[in-house]
Nanobody, 121 residues
Framework: VQLQASGGGLVQAGGSLRLSCAASGSIFSINDMGWYRQAPGKQRDMVAV???????NYVDSVKGRFTISRDNAKNTVYLQMNSVKPEDTAVYYC????????????????WGQGTLVTVSS
């Protein structure tokens, strides 16, 4: 299973950016999908998570500004980032809990390669 993230880049404060992450491979099903971020010198933290049924959870600092969504038919998760701030600058990683097509079925955590988001002031 591979997670391919895209959409990062340089954006001015107050602007918008949309991240995408597509999962591919021998996928039976995908449970939670999410976005995490890691700023220089800091640990990786959860930004937003969406369940297969569409329930969402956000870190307080992005509530009202970021929106996570997913397309189950495309095995893809999105992060719409609005009103970005310089403190949103980080490498963003997508994450998915995937059950793979094998016997017996196996479920594990997968990470994308990370995409850099830089917000200028």
């Amino acid at each position: 299973v591979q997670l391919q993230a895209s959409g990062g880049g340089l954006v001015q404060a107050g602007g918008s950016l949309r991240l995408s992450c597509a999962a591919s491979g021998s996928i039976f099903s995908i449970n939670d999908m999410g976005w995490y971020r890691q700023a220089p010198g800091k640990q990786r933290d959860m930004v937003a998570v969406v369940t297969r049924g569409g329930n969402t959870n956000y870190v307080d600092s992005v509530k009202g500004r970021f929106t996570i969504s997913r397309d189950n038919a495309k095995n893809t998760v999105y992060l719409q980032m609005n009103s970005v701030k310089p403190e949103d600058t980080a490498v963003y990683y997508c994450n998915a809990i995937v059950t793979t097509l094998q016997v017996p079925l196996a479920t594990r955590n997968y990470w994308g390669q990370g995409t850099l988001v830089t917000v200028s002031s």
